[in-house]
């Protein structure tokens, strides 16, 4: 692989501060709003920002013809599956710990790669697989007492990692005729009435006004976040190999456990430390070049 351009860096580093310091915000923001009702303002609020931003660019919002069926897959797991599950998630266990389950997404990007794709793996992404998945483990076994007694924290956590693997094979795999943010802006959409639908029949509608500490937090996700962000990380997904830019976030799970420390108090252990250390290392074995022979 080539050198990485100072682009991908910036757009890896934006998007690892916007995803990284948001999982405690899920926490703050569930205390007062039940999850479908919570993730369908966000919803509210990434679309608003994300009209603003498109009417700024004058970009079109056309779709590809025969693209519908990509986009509402993609949609589903990206957006849909992954906003209910981290939700949910955050409930059972800590934020931060939450956040690692849900990146073991690069893992899954490997398994499938190579078991559906027949993707070859060099010895050095594998390599950087394999320290990120030790990461990964050096961040649970501390937690894996709470993790037996809370399965549906590990269960809610696993399956949004998997599910935004399979959308973001689709993203990469699909020639989107070139849909640039409104890529990002339909899957909001899309996504909206399902769970707004689901808001309604299942927490009913509010009875009274989240606080303001609730209400920002709520917003800002949206805006930024869930707008900003995922705009990034489509943007990422196009420039890098779907391996490489999987294993590139496997540092917003570090600059979420260090969020809930300081926001939260949420504990930090020696693993967590040699986690953080790991999770450098993997990250330059992907994103850096071999030596040329």
């Known amino acids: 692989m080539s050198r990485v351009s100072p682009k991908v860096l910036a757009l890896l580093g934006a998007l690892t501060l916007m995803w990284g310091t948001n999982w405690p915000l899920f926490r703050i923001a569930l205390g007062e709003l039940p999850v479908l009702t919570f993730r369908t303002l966000v919803l509210s609020s990434g679309i608003l920002m994300m009209s603003a931003i498109l009417l700024v660019r004058r970009e079109s919002l056309a779709v590809p013809k025969g693209k519908w069926p990509a986009l509402l897959l993609a949609s589903t797991m990206n ?28 893992l899954w990007v490997a398994v499938l790669g190579f078991v559906v794709f027949g993707q070859k793996l060099t010895g050095r992404l594998l390599a950087a697989i394999l320290i990120g998945a030790g990461a990964v483990a050096a961040l649970m076994i501390p937690n894996f007492h709470s993790y037996a007694t809370a399965p549906a924290g590990l269960f ?54 989240p606080s303001t500490t ?55 252990s020696a693993l967590q430390a040699v986690a953080i250390g790991s999770t450098v290392v993997s990250l330059w074995l992907a994103l850096m070049p071999g030596r040329q022979r």
């Open 79 to 106: 957006i849909g599956i992954w906003n209910i599950a981290t939700s949910f998630a955050v409930l059972y266990i800590p934020s931060g710990h939450a956040s690692v389950l849900a990146y073991t997404m690069p």
């Open 156 to 209: 809610w956590g696993l399956l949004a990692g998997f599910c935004w693997a399979v959308g973001t094979f689709v993203v990469k795999r699909t020639s989107w005729g070139g849909m640039g943010l409104s890529l990002t802006f339909w899957q909001l959409l899309l996504m909206l009435p399902p769970i707004a639908l689901g808001a309604l029949v299942f927490d009913g509608l509010p009875t009274r006004w």
């Open 214 to 268: 609730v209400l920002a937090a709520t917003v800002y996700t949206g805006a930024i976040p869930m707008a900003l962000g995922t705009s990034a990380w489509f943007m990422l997904v196009k420039l890098l190999p779907a391996q490489v830019a999987a294993l590139s976030s496997i540092a917003i799970p570090i600059v979420a456990i260090v969020s809930g420390i300081l926001i939260l108090q949420e504990p930090l």
